[in-house]
């Protein structure tokens, strides 16, 4: 089983930065693509920032420019640096990976439980 903990959330000024850090932990064969979502209140959860293993990134148009995806596949770990913040990207951030169990399963869709992150005006 794999488990997935989002950690570095907390309340910032405008224009401040976060780094948002998520870490997979269990056992597993090999992880696929890492992404990060958010999801305002009274809003859809959305696709943030994508990275595969190789590296290649995706961001929303809403973000590009101000946050960084990047990804440590030594440590299972994926971070999601935060600039320029905006009262806008008050959400819970929710990390999302695709596991493989082993050399037999398919990829599956595992979900971190959320950090809040909250920009005041």
């Known amino acids: 089983q794999v488990q997935l903990v989002e950690s570095g959330g907390g309340l910032v000024q405008a224009g401040g930065s976060l780094r948002l850090s998520c870490a997979a932990s269990?056992?597993?064969?090999?992880?696929?693509?890492m992404d990060w979502y958010r999801e305002a209140p009274g809003n859809q959860r959305e696709l943030v920032a994508a990275i595969t293993t190789g590296g290649s990134t995706n961001y929303s148009d809403s973000v590009k420019g101000r946050f960084t995806i990047s990804r440590d596949n030594a440590k299972n770990t994926v971070y999601l640096q935060m600039n320029s913040l905006k009262p806008e990207d008050t959400a819970v951030y929710y990390c999302n990976a695709y596991v493989r169990d082993s050399d037999h399963d398919p990829f599956l869709d595992y979900w971190g439980k959320g950090t809040l992150v909250t920009v005041s005006s």
């Open positions: 269990g056992s597993f064969f090999a992880i696929d693509a």
